[in-house]
């Protein structure tokens, strides 16, 4: 069973900055593709962020320049490093994994984890 932990959520002024952590249960170099996505209030679950395991990555065009995707594949941990944060991304950010196993995708999902940021 896949487990999927964030961390680094909380409460920031606007123009400060926050590192998300996700803790996956296995080796992260199984998925096929890691990402960040985000849930504000009223609206539907967005892609904030993506890597791919070939290194491509991808980003909403809203946090384009301010937000970078990493691994740490000896940690078995993705990040999301959030600079000048602005009130709009506040929401519930939660992290992502995909396996394609013949031809069929799983997905997995973390618990979420809140950011805030106030104006």
């Known amino acids: 069973q896949v487990q999927l932990v964030e961390s680094g959520g909380g409460l920031v002024q606007a123009g400060g900055s926050l590192r998300l952590s996700c803790a996956a249960s296995?080796?992260?170099?199984?998925?096929?593709?890691m990402g960040w996505y985000r849930q504000a209030p009223g609206k539907q679950r967005e892609l904030v962020a993506n890597?791919?395991?070939?290194?491509?990555?991808n980003y909403a065009d809203s946090v384009k320049g301010r937000f970078t995707i990493s691994r740490d594949s000896a940690k078995n941990t993705v990040y999301l490093q959030m600079n000048n944060l602005k009130p709009e991304d506040t929401a519930v950010y939660y992290c992502s994994a995909r396996k394609t196993i013949i031809q069929t995708n799983y997905i997995y999902w973390g618990q979420g984890t809140q950011v805030t940021v106030s104006s």
């Open positions: 296995g080796s992260i170099a199984s998925f096929n593709a």
């Open positions: 890597s791919a395991s070939g290194g491509n990555t």
